[in-house]
Antibody, heavy 120, light 107 residues
Framework: QMQLQESGPGLVKPSETLSLTCTVS??????????WGWIRQPPGKGLEWIGN???????YYNPSLKSRVTISVDTSKNQFSLKLSSVTVADTAVYYC????????????WGQGTLVTVSS | DIQMTQSPSTLSASVGDRVTITCRAS??????LAWYQQKPGKAPKLLIY???TLESGVPSRFSGSGSGTEFTLTISSLQPDDFATYYC?????????FGQGTKVEIK
């Protein structure tokens, strides 16, 4: 059974870098059939796509966040990671990792989400 | 950038009602559209992809239609488990864009 699990600090100071890791179990992150990505949701608000990565390392980012985002993949650990630099309180959100199908689309498996608060 | 606009933002309905949610794209997106259901404190759940294909395990009372710029999600007979927030999402190789969400409330 495919499972995704986010991990990382729940509190980050303004101007610092937010770092999260998503561990994939029940399947290989090296499959050519899927993208792996990050989506966030500020408290009480809607969903915002952050970016995706393919097992080969190709990345695709939300233009509004592109200057601050880096997504990377570690196939040896079956993990992928998110780094968001120069955070502000506006980056406070639940961060989800998710899998999407290359051919048909749609994020079909999601992590449970992790709340990251930006505060001094 | 493509914008996705859902309507209504909130919908009040009763068990057994037929419910329709609309999603409009700012330009043609062919059929590259998905629908999700989200309950409080939970991750979104994929319901429909490519505008009208039901994800495995999703009840048949859910259906999607449309192409180009206008899409609909229909729940044929609303069940107690269906009270939630629904999001449409445009996707392609390079990006994803979500609608703002539609909350389905108990009337």
């Amino acid at each position: 059974q495919m499972q995704l699990q986010e991990s990382g600090p729940g509190l980050v100071k303004p101007s610092e870098t937010l770092s999260l890791t998503c561990t994939v179990s029940g399947g290989s992150i090296s499959s050519s059939s899927y993208y792996w990505g990050w989506i966030r949701q500020p408290p009480g608000k809607g969903l915002e796509w952050i970016g995706n990565i393919y097992y080969s390392g190709s990345t695709y980012y939300n233009p509004s966040l592109k200057s601050r985002v880096t997504i990377s993949v570690d196939t040896s650990k079956n993990q992928f990671s998110l780094k968001l630099s120069s955070v502000t309180v506006a980056d406070t959100a639940v961060y989800y990792c998710a899998r999407s199908v290359v051919v048909t689309g749609g994020e079909d498996y999601w992590g449970q989400g992790t709340l990251v608060t930006v505060s001094s | 950038d493509i914008q996705m606009t859902q309507s209504p933002s909130t919908l009040s309905a009763s068990v057994g009602d037929r419910v329709t949610i609309t999603c409009r794209a700012s330009q043609s997106i062919s059929s590259w559209l998905a629908w999700y259901q989200q309950k409080p404190g939970k991750a979104p759940k994929l319901l429909i992809y490519t505008a009208s294909t039901l994800e495995s395990g999703v009840p048949s009372r859910f259906s999607g239609s449309g192409s180009g710029t206008e899409f609909t999600l229909t729940i044929s007979s609303l069940q107690p488990d269906d009270f939630a927030t629904y999001y449409c999402q445009h996707y392609n190789t390079y990006s994803r864009t979500f609608g703002q969400g539609t909350k389905v409330e108990i009337k």
